[in-house]
Nanobody, 125 residues
């Protein structure tokens, strides 16, 4: 199992950008698929992007396609989410996750191996 810590959240105006980072500890990071989820009050946690262990495959939910870019640097044990053209509806707590590719893209949150503590993203209109 990997331990995950997110950073980079904050307050941004609509149309602005943020880059989230997820620092991982443990060698398992290099062979784990990774993903970003988000959650708003009263709603289930949903997958918004995922990346395979070697970075060769990526997945985006419709909500992030064309605006979000997921990437990873296995040498630094870190994953990133670049978010551009942010909208008020993107406001949420964002979590990074490690697990199986199929579970991450299907939002099978009970099957995810590891979660970060979450970082708040607020978008003002």
């Amino acid at each position: 199992q990997v331990q995950l810590v997110e950073s980079g959240g904050g307050l941004v105006q609509a149309g602005g950008s943020l880059r989230l980072s997820c620092a991982a500890s443990g060698r398992a990071f290099s062979w784990s698929a990774m993903g970003w989820f988000r959650q708003t009050p009263g709603k289930e946690r949903e997958s918004i992007a995922a990346i395979s262990a070697n970075g060769g495959n990526t997945y985006y939910a419709d909500s992030g396609t064309g605006r979000f870019t997921i990437s990873r640097d296995n040498a630094k044990n870190t994953m990133y989410l670049q978010m551009n053209n942010l909208k008020p509806e993107d406001a949420a707590v964002y979590y990074c996750a490690a697990g199986r590719w199929s579970d991450l893209i299907a939002s099978r949150i009970d099957e995810v191996n590891s979660w970060g503590q979450g970082t708040q993203v607020t978008v003002s209109s």
